[in-house]
């Protein structure tokens, strides 16, 4: 090599002295440390070392190192500074040096590195910089950081010089190939698989080294690379996968040498070779034709085959069977997407008649071994284009439906059928076809009689694949004529409403409701009238218990197709009928059975919130007629109170709820405000007018006072649900006397009900009042109203139950009251009257409320605030618990249980090791609540803070054992599924346990509760394992 002297040398002397006093690989100065100043100047003035020459001149190898090093630091930070000429006289240098020891080498390339990025570097330096690197420099001896700077220099050039390195022909990939070959590092082949990768896609010249640069990339496949244990870098196996395979399948060129590679992996006993040769397979199959695949079909399928075929022997893996399908797949989508001219054959054809012919006579076999790995290979097949589907199916499907009538039993009936309803879903991919065209068409008759002899099979099984089946030919635009489709709708009705079996009658509807939109006309003028029928029909010598399971059946599936509105509009009359018979008729007290209609009418109300004018239309015609019937019966009973008329009952008004608050929370605000307009008016001044059938006996007064009105009052829980669902910006008329009006009755009545629903209501327009003066003055005459209730008198409960809800409305949005509020709730813990009520109350602030106060209702809920809560709160729950006297201790663990129970884990897991002692103390406590509740909060922790949990085993071990003899079941179940949590925690901690758990969960595996029981084995087997090898 050359000396380090000569004009480029003198011209460049960085600065530092010699004699290695340098501190550092830097020699003298560290480039970080150098003024923005002197780093522009730092090449154009050298300082002398001892003996009058410079770093760069010295003869000493290694002083030459640690000046260049230095010169490659400033570089590095101040390359954007540089000029063109300037860059010029340091390309120069560096090739030069790149001819010096080895030991400068590493310097020269950071140098490099640092010019690859200038902006301003001239024509042609690039190529020369790089032809430099591929003549002087042996890469694959460097360290790794060298060789990555190597590949960062081809990098940077590659991405701004390219028009100059493509004009290196093949010259510049046969320079690339000596320096990838041999690499090692996973952290350089990501680079240089990126490299091979653009040079493929961006149209560099292979010229004649296309097999060289896929054997020095395809050696590393396929990938085995296990990362180190904490590796920093964070390179993974299936990083390396990826990139060496977006290599391999970038370009049809490597196929003649790649494919041959393929097979051979494929049909290895590494299931890892497999998987990923696999899935190359299938990527390369997106760019190659049938030129590149001609050759090697055979064996292509011949080793596809292997796979599921051999997985009915237990003998192969699900994962490597689906990628073979998928590969497959893959392949016939390939052959189908070739252009063919006139003299070249058709691979396609030659292809599938090779898979039909070893596929079909499997599918004829008498002991029907071999039929799903074979129809799974011609279903992955058929699936890849319209072409295939047609080639596959002309000549599967009749003998499948042959098949299908040779075979008596059952099982292979539903075998088959599984088989052809895979051949129908794949029809769903393309749509319409053309009769001409379409297996399937011409095949119409057998096939559907094939479906519809399995809906009448006694085989619950066999019906509930022929119901599938039935959905898919349905969905299948111009399939079944009308004379299938009535037929179909007579199948449905049958299986829905007389089959024994719930399964069946289940699929029956759904398949209803999916059918539905599709056949509107034909559903509603058919299926709604027998539905209809049955629904009205009185059966002499039919048992209650089964007429009633009858009607159940008829009212579910009424709503299951209920989807289209034309069909909504013909199916809500039957259910308001159906509704209004039950309340009149001989049957007004079976309570059960109204709701029924309800929840039948809330399926279908949230149905109708997909389409606005199907929502309208239910909202205007539900709506007032629930109102209208409710009002009916309550006046009524005002007038006649013992004839107890079953739609004035909680559980039916309960019901009622959430069909009016669905059928509300998606109007416009525009068809809101119309609707309110009629709502409130009816309850706060008896305005009937829009009511349908409103010839009321006398007034309707439900604010009023009086023991008469009760019935009335009741209906304050439909005005809730109606309200409390309209969207944030609809106005209330009148809603201050609304507001006094509710919080009076919240206080003053004695029904529970009553009160519960009218605090509630009053909670839910608070929360979406807009903040200013008369939020705050109808807060203000709450609490006035709250306070002496709290304090004394017979309705202190209603009084709580105000407050709850109050509260709860108020944290949910954040107002400034919700921490008087809060406070006054923790004060009442310590009454030993209120205190249990008030506790449980903080689970009611902190849940989800199903009827009002959520965000499917339009409330203002803040995020967060569950959070916000506990840490305001979980304080004073601490400090009262440790003030308290021992008779309201436990209220104050059930209220921090409760809240805890509510808290996202991440949180809690955070606040644990302050609040675990109050957690163990909990368990103690014997109310029922605070134990189940407790037992919920530990049973997560124990998964996700083992470290903290094992700290107090021993505590947690006694306690939970104990509650596995607890007299609740619940109980009993939530402590064995802590009990079996524990087993989490660090083994070395819970050896000494293991024998104690052990002898202790053997008397809950006699429980006389089975769930109890299932609890118990599942634990007390994880404490068997405990320690073994393997764990």
Same mark, same amino acid.
């Given at each position: 090599?050359?000396?380090?002297?000569?004009?480029?040398?003198?011209?460049?002397?960085?600065?530092?002295?010699?004699?290695?006093?340098?501190?550092?690989?830097?020699?003298?100065?560290?480039?970080?440390?150098?003024?923005?100043?002197?780093?522009?100047?730092?090449?154009?003035?050298?300082?002398?070392?001892?003996?009058?020459?410079?770093?760069?001149?010295?003869?000493?190898?290694?002083?030459?190192?640690?000046?260049?090093?230095?010169?490659?630091?400033?570089?590095?930070?101040?390359?954007?500074?540089?000029?063109?000429?300037?860059?010029?006289?340091?390309?120069?240098?560096?090739?030069?040096?790149?001819?010096?020891?080895?030991?400068?080498?590493?310097?020269?390339?950071?140098?490099?590195?640092?010019?690859?990025?200038?902006?301003?570097?001239?024509?042609?330096?690039?190529?020369?910089?790089?032809?430099?690197?591929?003549?002087?420099?042996?890469?694959?001896? !460097?360290?790794?950081?060298?060789?990555?700077?190597?590949?960062?220099?081809? +990098?940077?050039?590659?991405?701004?010089?390219?028009?100059?390195?493509?004009?290196?022909?093949?010259?510049?990939?046969?320079?690339?190939?000596?320096?990838? *070959?041999?690499?090692?590092?996973?952290?350089?082949?990501?680079?240089?698989?990126?490299?091979?990768?653009?040079?493929?896609?961006?149209?560099?010249?292979?010229?004649?080294?296309?097999?060289?640069?896929?054997?020095?990339? &395809?050696?590393?496949?396929?990938?085995?690379?296990?990362?180190?244990?904490?590796?920093?870098?964070?390179?993974?196996?299936?990083?390396?996968?990826?990139?060496?395979?977006?290599? !391999?399948?970038?370009?049809?060129?490597?196929?003649?040498?790649?494919?041959?590679?393929?097979?051979?992996?494929?049909?290895?006993?590494?299931? &890892?070779?497999?998987?990923? $040769?696999?899935?190359?397979?299938?990527?390369?199959?997106?760019?190659?034709?049938?030129?590149?695949?001609?050759?090697?079909?055979?064996?292509?399928?011949?080793?596809?085959?292997?796979?599921?075929?051999?997985?009915?022997?237990? +003998?192969?893996?699900?994962?490597?069977?689906?990628?073979?399908?998928?590969?497959?797949?893959?392949?016939?989508?390939?052959?189908?997407? $070739?252009?063919?001219?006139?003299?070249?054959?058709?691979?396609? *054809?030659?292809?599938?008649?090779?898979?039909?012919?070893?596929?079909?006579?499997?599918?004829?076999?008498?002991?029907?071994?071999?039929?799903?790995? $074979?129809?799974?290979?011609?279903?992955?097949?058929?699936?890849?284009?319209?072409?295939?589907?047609?080639?596959?199916?002309?000549?599967?499907?009749?003998?499948?439906?042959?098949?299908?009538?040779?075979?008596?039993?059952?099982?292979?009936?539903?075998?088959?059928?599984?088989?052809?309803?895979?051949?129908?879903?794949?029809?769903?991919?393309?749509?319409?076809?053309?009769?001409?065209?379409?297996?399937?068409?011409?095949?119409?008759?057998?096939?559907?009689?094939?479906?519809?002899?399995?809906?009448?099979?006694? &085989?619950?099984?066999?019906?509930?694949?022929?119901?599938?089946?039935?959905?898919?030919?349905?969905?299948?635009?111009?399939?079944?004529?009308?004379?299938?489709?009535?037929?179909?709708?007579?199948?449905?009705?049958?299986?829905?409403?007389?089959?024994? *079996?719930?399964?069946?009658?289940?699929?029956?509807?759904?398949?209803?409701?999916?059918?539905?939109?599709?056949?509107?006309?034909?559903?509603?003028?058919?299926?709604?009238?027998?539905?209809?029928?049955?629904?009205?029909?009185?059966?002499?010598?039919?048992?209650?218990?089964?007429?009633?399971?009858?009607?159940?059946?008829?009212?579910?599936?009424?709503?299951?197709?209920?989807?289209?509105?034309?069909?909504?509009?013909? @199916?809500?009359?039957?259910?308001?009928?159906?509704?209004?018979?039950?309340?009149?008729?001989?049957?007004?007290?079976?309570?059960?059975?109204?709701?029924?209609?309800?929840?039948?009418?809330?399926?279908?109300?949230?149905?109708?919130?997909?389409?606005?004018?199907?929502?309208?239309?239910?909202?205007?015609?539900?709506?007032?007629?629930?109102?209208?019937?409710?009002?009916?019966?309550?006046?009524?009973?005002?007038?006649?109170?013992?004839?107890?008329?079953?739609?004035?009952?909680?559980?039916?008004?309960?019901?009622?709820?959430?069909?009016?608050?669905?059928? +509300?929370?998606?109007?416009?605000?525009?068809?809101?405000?119309?609707?309110?307009?009629?709502?409130?008016?009816?309850?706060?001044?008896?305005?009937?007018?829009?009511?349908?059938?409103?010839?009321?006996?006398?007034?309707?007064?439900?604010?009023?006072?009086?023991?008469?009105?009760?019935?009335?009052?009741?209906?304050?829980?439909? !005005?809730?649900?109606?309200?409390? &669902?309209?969207?944030?910006?609809?106005?209330?008329?009148?809603?201050?006397?609304?507001?006094?009006?509710?919080?009076?009755?919240?206080?003053?009545?004695?029904?529970?009900?009553?009160?519960?629903? /009218?605090?509630?209501?009053?909670?839910?327009?608070?929360?979406?009042?807009?903040?200013?003066?008369?939020?705050?003055?109808?807060?203000?005459?709450?609490?006035?109203?709250?306070?002496?209730?709290?304090?004394?008198?017979?309705?202190?409960?209603? /009084?709580?139950?105000?407050?709850?809800?109050?509260?709860?409305?108020?944290?949910?949005?954040?107002?400034?009251?919700?921490?008087?509020?809060?406070?006054?709730?923790?004060?009442?813990?310590?009454?030993?009257?209120?205190?249990?009520?008030?506790?449980?109350?903080?689970?009611?602030?902190?849940?989800?409320?199903?009827?009002?106060?959520?965000?499917?209702?339009?409330?203002?809920?803040?995020?967060?605030?569950?959070?916000?809560?506990?840490?305001?709160?979980?304080?004073?729950?601490?400090?009262?618990?440790?003030?308290?006297?021992?008779?309201?201790? /436990?209220?104050?663990?059930?209220?921090?249980?409760?809240?805890?129970?509510?808290?996202?884990?991440?949180?809690?897991?955070?606040?644990?090791?302050?609040?675990?002692?109050?957690?163990?103390?909990?368990?103690?406590?014997?109310?029922?609540?605070?134990?189940?509740?407790?037992?919920?909060?530990?049973?997560?922790?124990?998964?996700?803070?083992?470290?903290?949990?094992?700290?107090?085993?021993? @505590?947690?071990? @006694?306690?939970?054992?104990?509650?596995?003899?607890?007299?609740?079941?619940?109980?009993?179940?939530?402590?064995?599924?802590?009990?079996?949590?524990? +087993? $989490?925690?660090?083994? @070395?901690?819970?050896?000494?346990?293991?024998?104690?758990?052990?002898?202790?969960?053997?008397?809950?595996?006699?429980?006389?509760?089975?769930?109890?029981?299932?609890?118990?084995?599942?634990?007390?087997?994880?404490?068997?394992?405990?320690?073994?090898?393997?764990?």
């Amino acid at each position: 090599m050359r000396t380090a002297g000569g004009p480029a040398a003198a011209a460049l002397g960085a600065g530092c002295h010699g004699g290695g006093r340098g501190r550092g690989r830097g020699g003298g100065c560290g480039a970080r440390h150098l003024r923005p100043g002197l780093r522009g100047r730092a090449a154009g003035r050298p300082r002398r070392g001892g003996g009058g020459r410079s770093c760069l001149e010295n003869t000493d190898p290694r002083t030459r190192g640690r000046g260049i090093q230095l010169l490659s630091q400033v570089l590095l930070q101040c390359y954007s500074l540089l000029q063109e000429k300037e860059v010029l006289h340091l390309v120069l240098f560096y090739e030069n040096r790149l001819q010096d020891h080895h030991l400068v080498i590493p310097s020269v390339l950071q140098g490099l590195r640092a010019l690859s990025m200038c902006e301003v570097l001239s024509p042609g330096l690039a190529v020369s910089v790089l032809k430099a690197i591929f003549q002087e420099v042996h890469v694959q001896s !460097l360290l790794q950081l060298d060789r990555h700077t190597v590949y960062s220099i081809i +990098t940077n050039f590659m991405g701004t010089r390219e028009e100059e390195l493509k004009g290196l022909g093949a010259d510049f990939t046969f320079g690339f190939i000596q320096v990838m *070959d041999g690499e090692k590092d996973p952290r350089n082949l990501l680079v240089a698989f990126q490299i091979v990768h653009d040079l493929i896609t961006k149209n560099y010249a292979l010229g004649p080294f296309v097999e060289e640069l896929f054997e020095v990339t &395809s050696c590393y496949f396929p990938i085995d690379f296990t990362p180190p244990p904490n590796d920093p870098h964070g390179i993974q196996r299936e990083d390396l996968i990826l990139s060496l395979r977006a290599v !391999l399948a970038s370009t049809p060129q490597f196929a003649e040498f790649l494919l041959p590679l393929l097979i051979e992996k494929m049909d290895s006993d590494l299931q &890892s070779a497999k998987l990923d $040769s696999l899935q190359t397979l299938t990527a390369c199959c997106a760019i190659y034709g049938q030129k590149e695949l001609q050759e090697f079909l055979p064996s292509l399928w011949s080793s596809l085959r292997r796979e599921p075929l051999l997985q009915v022997f237990q +003998t192969a893996s699900e994962k490597v069977e689906a990628e073979c399908l998928a590969a497959l797949h893959a392949l016939s989508a390939c052959l189908s997407c $070739s252009v063919l001219s006139s003299d070249t054959e058709d691979l396609l *054809d030659s292809f599938l008649s090779s898979i039909l012919q070893d596929c079909r006579h499997h599918l004829c076999e008498p002991d029907m071994k071999l039929v799903w790995p $074979s129809a799974k290979l011609l279903q992955a097949a058929a699936g890849a284009s319209l072409r295939t589907y047609h080639r596959v199916t002309s000549s599967v499907l009749p003998l499948l439906l042959e098949q299908y009538t040779k075979h008596p039993q059952s099982s292979q009936r539903r075998t088959i059928l599984e088989m052809l309803l895979g051949f129908l879903e794949l029809q769903q991919k393309w749509g319409h076809v053309e009769e001409d065209e379409s297996t399937l068409l011409s095949l119409r008759a057998p096939v559907c009689s094939v479906v519809f002899s399995a809906l009448t099979d006694p &085989s619950v099984q066999l019906q509930l694949v022929g119901i599938r089946a039935l959905t898919v030919l349905g969905s299948l635009q111009g399939f079944l004529s009308p004379s299938d489709l009535e037929l179909v709708v007579d199948h449905l009705i049958r299986l829905a409403l007389h089959e024994e *079996d719930s399964q069946s009658s289940k699929a029956a509807m759904e398949a209803a409701g999916s059918l539905a939109p599709n056949y509107p006309k034909v559903f509603s003028g058919r299926m709604v009238p027998r539905l209809e029928e049955e629904l009205q029909s009185e059966r002499e010598g039919e048992s209650p218990r089964d007429h009633r399971s009858l009607r159940q059946r008829c009212l579910q599936a009424l709503a299951a197709v209920s989807i289209h509105t034309s069909i909504v509009r013909e @199916t809500v009359p039957v259910l308001l009928q159906h509704l209004r018979k039950v309340q009149k008729g001989s049957e007004a007290g079976n309570a059960q059975d109204m709701v029924s209609v309800c929840q039948s009418l809330h399926r279908v109300a949230l149905q109708c919130q997909r389409d606005a004018e199907g929502c309208w239309y239910y909202h205007q015609t539900v709506v007032p007629c629930l109102l209208a019937m409710a009002v009916q019966a309550a006046m009524q009973e005002s007038a006649h109170p013992l004839l107890g008329k079953a739609l004035l009952k909680e559980e039916v008004l309960a019901a009622m709820v959430p069909v009016i608050s669905a059928a +509300t929370t998606h109007l416009s605000p525009e068809l809101a405000a119309q609707s309110v307009s009629h709502v409130v008016p009816l309850f706060l001044e008896g305005e009937v007018s829009f009511l349908p059938q409103n010839s009321f006996p006398c007034s309707f007064q439900p604010f009023e006072d009086g023991e008469c009105l009760e019935a009335q009052r009741r209906l304050v829980v439909l !005005l809730m649900a109606f309200v409390c &669902s309209l969207p944030r910006d609809v106005a209330i008329p009148q809603q201050e006397r609304l507001l006094r009006e509710l919080l009076a009755l919240s206080c003053s009545c004695n029904c529970p009900f009553t009160a519960t629903t /009218a605090a509630k209501c009053f909670a839910g327009l608070v929360n979406k009042h807009p903040a200013g003066q008369q939020l705050d003055e109808i807060l203000q005459l709450a609490v006035n109203r709250m306070e002496p209730g709290l304090a004394e008198g017979p309705r202190r409960t209603q /009084a709580l139950t105000l407050l709850l809800w109050v509260t709860k409305a108020l944290v949910l949005r954040y107002h400034p009251l919700s921490s008087w509020l809060t406070d006054k709730l923790l004060g009442l813990l310590g009454d030993t009257e209120l205190g249990p009520a008030a506790a449980d109350g903080f689970s009611l602030l902190m849940a989800e409320s199903p009827d009002v106060l959520h965000k499917g209702c339009h409330a203002d809920v803040r995020i967060m605030f569950r959070q916000r809560f506990f840490t305001d709160n979980i304080p004073k729950l601490v400090q009262g618990f440790h003030g308290a006297g021992p008779d309201v201790k /436990a209220n104050y663990l059930k209220g921090l249980s409760h809240v805890l129970n509510h808290l996202p884990k991440p949180v809690l897991v955070t606040e644990l090791p302050t609040l675990l002692s109050l957690l163990l103390e909990a368990l103690s406590c014997s109310d029922r609540v605070v134990q189940l509740s407790t037992l919920g909060c530990l049973q997560p922790l124990l998964l996700e803070a083992p470290q903290i949990m094992s700290l107090h085993v021993d @505590t947690l071990v @006694t306690k939970f054992l104990s509650l596995t003899s607890s007299p609740t079941m619940a109980v009993r179940i939530a402590a064995l599924r802590c009990a079996h949590a524990l +087993t $989490s925690l660090p083994t @070395t901690v819970l050896l000494p346990y293991k024998a104690r758990v052990i002898r202790a969960l053997a008397k809950p595996l006699d429980d006389k509760k089975r769930l109890v029981r299932k609890e118990a084995v599942a634990a007390r087997g994880e404490w068997f394992l405990l320690g073994s090898p393997g764990r």
